[in-house]
C-alpha cells in the first residue's frame, strides 16, 4: 500500500526529527526474508555508533545516510512503515501495526535508539517488505533499475508524450512499472486515471495528445498534493476518488457508478460513464489480463498481491523485547485459507509486488504441477489395475 506520498511523509518525518543524532542501539529481526542477505549481528554492528547525515528517497524506496557506509535500506512492499516514538508519523489507509498497544512493534523488523533517547521503528507484518544493508543503494538494484521519481525527477511533457507513443502496453499497466517511472501505485494511478478520464486499460500509443497533456498534469498535482498534507488522507479533496475505492463496494461520484476491474494485475476502480474504452481492443471487464513474457524480473512486479498475510510471529523482534525488559507479543495466529469478507480488498489492493520472491513462487508453481502429474498418474495407475482385474473376472467366467 505505501506509495510515494507515504514514503515521502516517512522520509520527511526522519530528516526532520533523526538527523544529526547518533545510534547508540540497534535491534535487527532474526527474519532472512525481511533482513536482506546480511545477518542481524553484522547488521547491528555496521551502523550502532554511525551518525545519521540524512534519509533518501527514491520510488517507493528510502534509506539513511549514514556518516560512513554501509546504509540501511527499506523498501516498503504491502505494509512497510516508519515509526517514530512520540512523533506523528502519517498512517496509511489499514495501517498494519497501531504504535499505541506496544513499543516497539512486535512486528518491528529494524529498531534504533539515538543519543537524545530518541527511537524509530520500521515494522512489516506482512513481511512483504525488504530492509537491506548497501554500501551505496541509488547504485544497485532495486534502486539502480527504478525509472525517474515522479516528485523529484519528472519528465518533460514533450518526453512524456513521446514515450507514451512508443508504448503498446495498457496505461495503468504502464504507470504500475516502476522501471518507466517510480513512485506510482495502484491508488495513485486508479486516481490520476480518473481525474485524466482515461480508461486503466487504454492502451498507451493509442492516447491523444491532449490526453498525455492531462495525465502528465494529473500526475503532478495528485502527487504534489498527496505530498504537501504528509500523505494525510483526511486532508485530500473530497472528490477524490481515493474517498471510495477502497474494499470493491458499490459507489457514486456525483451520480456517476463507481465500477471494478482487474488492469495491470490489480483490483482497479473506475467510473464507465467518464473513462471510456475508444478503439478496436476488445476489453473484458472482468479476469485477470494475461502476463506478458519478461526477460527480467520487474523491480516492483504487481502479480503477488493476493498473496494472504505470513504468520507474524515469525522473525519478529521478540528478542528485542527481552533485551529491553519487556514481555514477547504473542504467538500470530495462522492465515485462514479462506478469505474474509472483510479482507476483500485488503490483498488485491495493495504493493505486494515490490517484494515478491518469484524464485518461490516458481518453485511453488512447479510443486503443484509436479504433484498434478503424480495425482494424474496414480489414477491412470488405478484405472490400469481395476481395468485389468475386471478382464481377468470376465476371461474366469466364460471358461
Known amino acids: 500500500m505505501p506509495e510515494l506520498p507515504e514514503v515521502e511523509a516517512a522520509r520527511r518525518a526522519v530528516q526532520e526529527n ?10 535487527v529481526a532474526d527474519d532472512s526474508k525481511v533482513i536482506y542477505a546480511v545477518s542481524r549481528s553484522d547488521f547491528e554492528a555496521s551502523v550502532i555508533g554511525k551518525l545519521i547525515v540524512a534519509a533518501h528517497r527514491k520510488g517507493k524506496n528510502m534509506w539513511l ?10 523498501q516498503f512492499g504491502m505494509a512497510g512503515a516508519i515509526y517514530i516514538k512520540g512523533v506523528a508519523v502519517t ?16 512486528y518491528s523488523k529494524f529498531f534504533i535508539e539515538l543519543d537524545d533517547g530518541l527511537e524509530l521503528s520500521f515494522t512489516d507484518k506482512r513481511r512483504f517488505a525488504r530492509v537491506r544493508l548497501l554500501k551505496d543503494p541509488p547504485s544497485v538494484p532495486p534502486i539502480s533499475e527504478l525509472g525517474p521519481d515522479a516528485l523529484l525527477e519528472p519528465m518533460t511533457l514533450k518526453e512524456f508524450t513521446e514515450s507514451l507513443h512508443k508504448k503498446k502496453t495498457e496505461i495503468k499497466a504502464l504507470l504500475l512499472d516502476q522501471s518507466y517511472i517510480s513512485g506510482i501505485g495502484n491508488w495513485v494511478a486508479d486516481e490520476v486515471l480518473y481525474q485524466a478520464r482515461i480508461h486503466p486499460r487504454q492502451v498507451a500509443l493509442s492516447l491523444s495528445d491532449e490526453s498525455c497533456s492531462t495525465l502528465y498534469r494529473c500526475i503532478k498535482e495528485v502527487i504534489q498534493l498527496a505530498v504537501e498534507v504528509d500523505a494525510d488522507c483526511s486532508r485530500f479533496p473530497l472528490e477524490w476518488l481515493f474517498h471510495f475505492r477502497w474494499g470493491k463496494k458499490p459507489g457514486k461520484i456525483s451520480g456517476k457508478k463507481i465500477d471494478f476491474i482487474t488492469a495491470g494485475g490489480r483490483t482497479t476502480a473506475y467510473l464507465p460513464e467518464l473513462q471510456k474504452l475508444s478503439g478496436s481492443l476488445d476489453v473484458k471487464e472482468t479476469g485477470k489480463p494475461k502476463r506478458q513474457a519478461s526477460k527480467k524480473v520487474s523491480v516492483d512486479d504487481n502479480n503477488d498481491d493476493t498473496e494472504k498475510p505470513t504468520s507474524g510471529e ?14 514477547a507479543g504473542a504467538k500470530g495466529r495462522k492465515p485462514s485459507k479462506k478469505k474474509r469478507s472483510g479482507e476483500s480488498d485488503e490483498d488485491n489492493d495493495s504493493d505486494a509486488g515490490t517484494d515478491y520472491d518469484s524464485n518461490q513462487v516458481e518453485k511453488k508453481n512447479q510443486g503443484k504441477a509436479t504433484n498434478r502429474k503424480q495425482a494424474g498418474g496414480e489414477k491412470q495407475s488405478k484405472k490400469r489395475v481395476q481395468s485389468n482385474q475386471t478382464s481377468g473376472s470376465a476371461k474366469r467366467k466364460a471358461k
Open 18 to 27: 533523526c538527523v544529526g543524532k547518533k545510534i547508540t542501539k540497534c535491534f
Open 65 to 74: 545516510q549514514l556518516d560512513s557506509p554501509p546504509f540501511p535500506s527499506f
Open 91 to 106: 498512517k496509511y489507509k489499514r495501517s498494519a501495526v497501531n504504535d499505541e498497544d506496544e513499543w516497539p512493534s512486535k
Open 314 to 327: 515469525e522473525g519478529n523482534l521478540g528478542s528485542l523485547k527481552s533485551k529491553k525488559g519487556t514481555k
